[in-house]
DNA sequence: CAGCATGTTAAATGGACGTTTAATGCTGCA
DNA sequence: TGCAGCATTAAACGTCCATTTAACATGCTG
């Protein structure tokens, strides 16, 4: 059943958060179940019931906060698009944004860092994020690079020592969250790239396009993405009730049983008590309309758009062409 | 007895090292002492025989790692010294040589700073290192911007900066060491500074001063330091040895009653078996002569020299005000 | 309202591990 | 050689904790 499923996501969630803090309150070596337990509010056995073992939730809990911080720089980096040197701005922005950049999220990161070494589940995703991360940096370095007014510096080395640095000033926030300074370290990291990209960021380009503005709109935006959980389920509420009007098209039990879920859990949407699943919401979007991701997810870019679109269609395709081999299926049953 | 002493000081590093060992493979949460033990090729219940608990011995393992830590990028400071660019060049030396950049000893460091935020003992001195380490390099850093030609730097951003490039390193070194690059590590930093200090060590500076060399003598000088363990205890063999020579003024009854051990520990220092702890190293040198440190720790810069006997004066000066209050009290007994 | 499924809890279980203790082996000394 | 003291071991103990189990609560269905 769709709707117990939905349920059980939501309990997962709660049980990731609650290890997140938990590991942040008493340390990875000393984290028990009665501890996440704890936290959540819950008794120690549910864990089991949700996970299948501790071991489990502790991936779990991996995934999840590298999925979160992904989005944000990938959100961040796609904001900034409009030239490179906005972009690796925008990276340092997210990288020090308050919601990841933060003793109890850093504590987590560095928990399974230090385990990595020998948990090969932890490594690998690990690896793959870091690699993932520095590949774009290198990126926006070799495009900087590529512009010109540089000469013998190697876009990968400078990609590396920002992510090294920016690393290292997480350390920092770890050791001593009250004294550290946010805003400090994004000078810090900027001062490095305009050390080596003066033409870039150098005191004259940031006065020539006016610096300020655009670090104030990354920011409002990652913000926007950040604290913008309630305002998110507010915006898909009021787009589903909009849908569901007395006089509007459809019928809640049209809608629930459209996206695979109870009438009970829509209206649990509908009243911003809770949010579905990625899968669910495009089971929503394909159900309603392609208009309704504009007004959840707010104004968009064009590119990121565009992808949708793309997206969209490949999935109908793909839709259209399973029906296709059914109906060749029932047409000639398999000998 | 010292002799029980100087016995019980190697088990106790036996089991340091081992513990070290132990963190590398198998990962801070889940050593135990069965690992340790198995490491040190001894039983389990040893450990408890020499450290009062599991908890004592991992914050022997840290005080450990960190002083081995300490003494090696002091000591390049120290080599260093002619010019604050070359002080720097030292420590990132010191940093990435192999003796403390390695999978093994990283990983211990990142145990350890991921349990310093729910350990306090942990975290005030991992922050005291932390903070030692900075306050040097933005001195040396503050020493090349008044030697002018730089405008806006500030260096305590940058010394800030630096430091964070070279833990965020040591991420790289911990993740993938097989993949990791010392030298590319150094270059990586050393670009960092040649962007942020074009005069100190842009291509113009280095080749000025014949970079090249002055790298070599310093690595050459670290490495002394480091794989020079054999190197020093036969040092302090041959020094020791001079003196006892049958026409040499000194047996060995009386040099052992002088540093508080007996015949036979003398004796496995003799024979470059063991070496003394600092206390007893102390005894000796107070017992024989100042000269004999020269010996022992190869030719050293005046500053060391100064610093030593100024510490040495003040030792007797502490023995002699202790003697006075001795005799005082036998002739006041008190009341 | 009965019956069932599902979510949750509290208690039981079994294993792992730090620590303690008694026994054993070893070394130095007479 | 025998004794004394110390280092070391192996086993026992007790605690903690992940996991399991059964009981209980809740809500849904017929």
């Keep these: 059943m769709a709707k117990a499923e939905a349920a059980k996501e939501i309990r997962r969630k709660q049980l990731i958060d609650a290890t997140m803090r938990a590991i942040g309150r008493y340390g990875y070596a000393s984290l028990t179940l009665t501890h996440v337990a704890g936290e959540a509010g819950l008794s120690p056995g549910i864990v089991n019931f949700y996970f299948k073992s501790k071991d489990q939730l502790l991936i779990a809990t991996l995934e999840n ?4 911080y992904s989005t944000l720089w990938q959100g961040a980096i796609a904001r900034g698009k409009v ?22 999220k850093v504590s987590v ?11 090969a589940n932890y490594q690998s995703l690990v690896m793959r994020l870091e690699e993932e991360y520095l590949k774009e940096t290198e990126q926006l370095c070799a495009r900087i690079v590529a512009e010109g007014a540089y000469e013998g510096i190697d876009a990968h080395q400078a990609a590396v020592g920002l992510n090294a640095m920016i690393d290292g000033l997480w350390f920092d926030c770890l050791m001593s969250p009250a004294k550290f300074d946010r805003q400090a370290a994004k000078r810090t990291c900027l001062a490095y790239l305009s050390a080596v990209f003066p033409a ?9 396009r006016g610096k300020g503005e655009l670090d104030a709109n990354i920011a409002m935006a990652i913000d926007q993405d ?3 959980r309630d305002a998110h389920r507010a915006r898909l509420a009021a787009a589903l009730r909009k849908r569901l009007e007395p006089v509007g098209p459809m019928r809640r039990e ?13 209206e649990s949407w509908l009243e911003g008590r809770a949010e579905p699943t990625s899968w669910q919401m495009g089971r929503l979007i394909v159900a309603v309309d392609a208009q309704l991701w504009m007004e959840v997810y707010g104004p968009v870019h064009e590119e990121a758009h565009r992808l949708f679109e793309a997206k969209l269609a490949q999935q109908r395709d793909f839709a259209e062409r ?6 060749a299926l029932s047409g000639k049953p398999k000998d």
Excluded at 254 to 266: I, Y
Excluded at 322 to 327: D, F, G, K, T, V
């Design 254 to 266: 049209v809608l629930a049983a459209a996206s695979g879920v109870s009438v009970k859990v829509l």
């Design 109 to 119: 990161w560095y928990a399974f860092w230090a385990e990595a070494r020998n948990n």
């Design 226 to 228: 950040v604290q913008g």
């Design 322 to 327: 399973e029906q296709a081999s059914l109906n």
């Design 200 to 208: 870039h960021f150098g005191a004259a380009a940031a006065t020539k």
């Design 65 to 68: 906060i590298a999925e979160e």
């Design 83 to 104: 030239s490179p040197a906005a972009g690796l701005e925008a990276m340092i922005e997210a990288d020090f944004h308050a919601f990841v950049c933060n003793a109890e």
